[in-house]
């Protein structure tokens, strides 16, 4: 059974951190790319990074970059997402996707969700202010 499963979400003050973690079975997912995006109530998914399958290259949306930093350990099947800065508008649930296509080059779509053929349950980031 394929499972994604995130981890680390909370309530944190604006300017603090989290680290969110996406623990990943049933599949050799380490040689697929991983990506995390978030739906915030009444908005779209959102993607906002992802990491190509050997973890060499990582892609970012402007409205993250240089405050969170994705990363992953491919002997343990997870990826992280280290959230730094945090702003109100982050709050958002976040979730992990796994990319369809082993071995793939995400570079062109890694922020499509056709993309990804695996999701995790979700887990819950709120920022106050």
């Known amino acids: 059974q394929v499972q994604l499963v995130e981890s680390g979400g909370g309530l944190v003050q604006a300017g603090g951190s989290l680290r969110l973690s996406c623990a990943a079975s049933?599949?050799?997912?380490?040689?697929?790319?991983m990506g995390w995006c978030r739906q915030a109530p009444g908005t779209e998914r959102e993607f906002i990074a992802a990491?190509?399958?050997?973890?060499?290259?990582?892609y970012y949306q402007d409205s993250v970059k240089g405050r969170f930093t994705i990363s992953r350990d491919r002997a343990k099947n997870t990826v992280y997402l280290q959230m730094n800065s945090l702003k109100p508008e982050d709050t958002a649930v976040y979730y992990c996707?796994?990319?369809?296509?082993?071995?793939?080059?995400?570079?062109?779509?890694?922020?499509?969700?056709?993309?990804?053929?695996?999701w995790g349950q979700g887990t819950q980031v709120t920022v106050s202010s």
């Open positions: 996707a796994a990319d369809r296509i082993a071995f793939g080059t995400i570079r062109s779509r890694w922020a499509s969700e056709a993309s990804y053929d695996y």
């Open positions: 049933g599949r050799p997912f380490r040689n697929y790319g």
């Open positions: 990491v190509n399958w050997d973890g060499g290259t990582t």
